[in-house]
């Protein structure tokens, strides 16, 4: 019985990281490679709609310019079909905030972000 306890205890969260600027995706890596994550990585919306009708990450850290569209419209798309999900828009224009928080956003990180914001987002999306 203990086995299985710490089998669910041990189990990472999956978090996408949708990104397609590979520094960013590696920042992020070194920021949360002290916490229990499976960390996945797509550069575009198309790769991330595909990763979701295959996986159930229960974050998704969603960069706002992507090479096939903006984050902040898949957005409430992700909400629709995936509402468990939270999302977490990162871009380095703070106005996209307002629409993604009114598209459905859990949080928003401003580029450039620290280590701090980014722990502080993942905690309050996922208290």
């Known amino acids: 019985m203990s086995n299985v306890t710490m089998t669910k205890t041990k189990r990472a969260k999956k978090m996408l990281v949708v990104e397609d600027q590979g520094e960013t ?23 991330a709609d595909e990763y979701l ?4 990450p229960s ?3 969603l960069d706002n310019k992507l090479p096939d ?8 798309y992700v909400k629709q079909k995936y509402p468990k999900i939270k999302i977490i ?8 905030r307002d629409v993604a928080m009114e598209n459905g ?7 450039p972000f620290s280590k701090k ?3 502080d987002a993942i905690d309050r999306v996922l208290a």
């Open 89 to 96: 828009m990162i871009s380095g224009f703070s106005t996209a």
């Open 117 to 119: 914001n980014v722990n």
């Open 69 to 76: 569209g903006f984050g902040v419209d898949f957005i409430s």
């Open 25 to 47: 995706c590696l920042l992020l890596d070194l920021v949360l490679s002290d916490r229990k994550f499976e960390m996945d990585y797509v550069n575009n919306l198309l790769d």
């Open 53 to 56: 009708q295959k996986n159930k």
């Open 59 to 61: 974050i998704i850290l």
């Open 105 to 111: 956003a859990d949080a928003f990180l401003e580029k």
